[in-house]
């Protein structure tokens, strides 16, 4: 299921968090409060807000942040944590398709699509050409266009970043491209992890 191959250039904001690190979780079906749900995020505190207010008020190491673009739930977490979890993202893909982008600081990179509780796709950006899944070669042409087969280097300048190609990959199977008025504007936005705290205790404990 196609969704068109995007147009260079779309996910170009995503650069300067490259260093950093970040995980996209693409979901189809589902809702940002089952996401809340999935990837563990305290739920108490979850709440709608824009990036600088988040920042503020939850761990940036720990914060996730989501939302809906048509019928596809995402969530973004930078640098990358749990909304990379495969297994996760396997069981909330039944029924339906989820798939994932991820760059750690260490620059170590994966692409993973999940269809009906079914690793499809998964792949490293930098070595497309070592696929994995039920349905690794269906994807070779969009693969193609959007610039990572043949492999794509980061010091060529006639080919795009690895982990871009794979974000435009993600938007050609799914037709979702987030802006950064998108991820910096109102989200759902929480905390992963757990917490054993009194009624007068606030994320980072007692206010």
Do not use: K
Not at 47 to 67: C, H, K, N, S, W
Not at 114 to 126: H, R, S, Y
Not at 148 to 168: E, F, I, K, M, Q
């Amino acid at each position: 299921m196609v969704a068109g191959v995007p147009q260079g250039g779309d996910w170009d904001w995503v650069r300067p968090h490259l260093s950093l690190g970040f995980c996209l979780a693409l979901v189809h079906g589902r809702t940002e409060a089952e996401l809340v749900t999935a990837f563990g995020v305290y739920e108490p505190w979850a709440e709608v807000l824009d990036f600088d207010t988040a920042a503020d008020q939850f761990d940036p190491y720990e914060m996730i942040r989501m939302g809906r673009v048509g019928d596809w739930a995402f969530a973004w977490q930078e640098p990358a944590g749990g909304t990379a979890d495969q297994d996760v993202l396997r069981e909330l893909s039944v029924g339906g398709r989820a798939l994932s982008v991820l760059q750690t600081g260490s620059a170590l990179a994966w692409f993973g699509l999940m269809v009906d509780g079914v690793e499809e796709l998964a792949f490293e950006p930098m070595f497309p050409t070592h696929r994995r899944g039920s349905r690794p070669d269906e994807y070779v042409p969009l693969m193609t266009e959007v610039g990572l087969l043949p492999p794509a280097h980061p010091d060529n300048p006639g080919r795009p970043s690895p982990t871009l190609a794979a974000l435009s990959l993600a938007t050609a199977v799914t037709g979702v491209t987030l802006s950064v008025a998108t991820i910096t504007g109102p989200l759902l936005t929480g905390e992963i992890g757990n917490y054993d705290l009194g009624e007068d205790d606030g994320p980072h404990g007692p206010w």
